[in-house]
């Protein structure tokens, strides 16, 4: 294995950007660039110094000189590009949500497993300082016992039926967008998967979820409740309440400060671990170690618990995407 693994990206949109500069901060080897648009992976190369750019994109699920790569594009194409890269031997960090449906992550979990590559999805609340350094505080017990999770994440986007947040043929909706976000955070800090799953859900004009209400416990009575919107803005808002207080995250998806209020006396304390922009880099530390050997830094098994929440969900929703149809 190389000291210093070379990274490709396999898409040029904002996280691609975001990625090429927190390689640069961590000192790590950006390699190549792939997209459909060529001329767009020309331009992405030019702009972050990158000296590989292919001519087809699939050539990068092929170069022997490449070890990880970071897939970015919209969901729904991900399991494509999952099969060819990981029966290729390529280790793969991948933009949430990992896949469309838990078949699509148990395939991509046994193709990973047979060719001994580590497999992840880019979810910040994972990786990040202050969402290690809360869970490692619940789970000592010093707050006691774990009661309730609440979560709030709410955008206002126009109604642009075209757009990926809006657009069935693009795997659009709240649950895969912004819900990943939320069930995920309650994952993290819950003692052991939900048991029971129930939710409501209010329909946008193209078919997807527009606006979903989700309630969830465990067999240790760990609750979760969870309100999600595209269209009304609403607090990005976490809220873990423990028996000796509550603990309140703010822009949860990339959090870098909490306040524990204590309930005896009503005193808050200021917690702050790492930093919102760095959130990348801190996915990239941990793909990184996984790769040379600590695979527990992945969480697979969160994300997979994630999906299959939302797989079952959907289910019940009877939503479902093009590519699913017929499945």
């Not at 052991?192 to 078919?207: D, I």
């Not at 306040?259 to 005193?267: H, M, P, S």
Request: glycine share 8%; net charge negative; with cysteine.
């Amino acid at each position: 294995m190389r000291e210093n693994l070379n990274w490709a990206v396999l898409g040029t949109g904002v996280v691609a950007n975001e990625m090429a500069a927190s390689l640069k901060k961590a000192g790590k080897t950006f390699y190549a660039v792939g997209n459909r648009t060529h001329s767009k992976a020309i331009d992405f190369a030019e702009k972050h110094g990158i000296g590989k750019v292919y001519d087809d994109f699939h050539e990068m699920f092929h170069d022997e000189n490449v070890d990880i790569i970071y897939i970015t594009t919209p969901h729904n194409t991900h399991i494509e590009f999952m099969r060819e890269a990981l029966k290729n031997g390529k280790h793969l960090l991948v933009e949430k949500s990992i896949t469309l449906n838990s078949d699509e992550l148990d395939e991509a979990i046994r193709i990973a497993d047979e060719k001994q590559v580590v497999l992840a999805e880019a979810m910040t609340i994972f990786h990040m300082p202050i969402y290690k350094k809360l869970k490692a505080l619940i789970d000592s017990g010093a707050m006691g016992e774990l009661r309730m999770i609440q979560m709030n994440f709410g955008s206002y986007k126009e109604y642009d039926m075209e757009n990926r947040f809006f657009n069935k043929n693009l795997a659009g909706g709240a649950l895969l967008d912004i819900g990943v976000y939320a069930i995920s955070f309650a994952r993290w800090f819950m003692s052991e998967k939900p048991n029971q799953v129930v939710s409501q859900v209010k329909y946008a004009p193209t078919g997807v979820d527009e606006q979903a209400g989700i309630l969830m416990m465990n067999e240790k009575q760990e609750m979760v409740t969870i309100a999600l919107t595209l269209h009304s803005k609403q607090p990005k808002r976490g809220m873990i309440s423990c028996d000796k207080g509550y603990i309140e995250l703010m822009e949860y998806p990339r959090g870098q400060k909490a306040v524990i209020t204590y309930t005896e006396t009503g005193e808050q304390e200021v917690i702050e671990e790492g930093r919102t922009e760095d959130a990348l880099y801190y996915e990239m530390l941990d793909m990184e170690a996984a790769v040379k050997g600590n695979k527990e830094v992945t969480h697979l098994n969160l994300t997979k618990d994630v999906m299959d929440i939302m797989t079952e969900i959907r289910r019940e929703w009877g939503l479902i995407y093009p590519e699913e149809e017929g499945k």
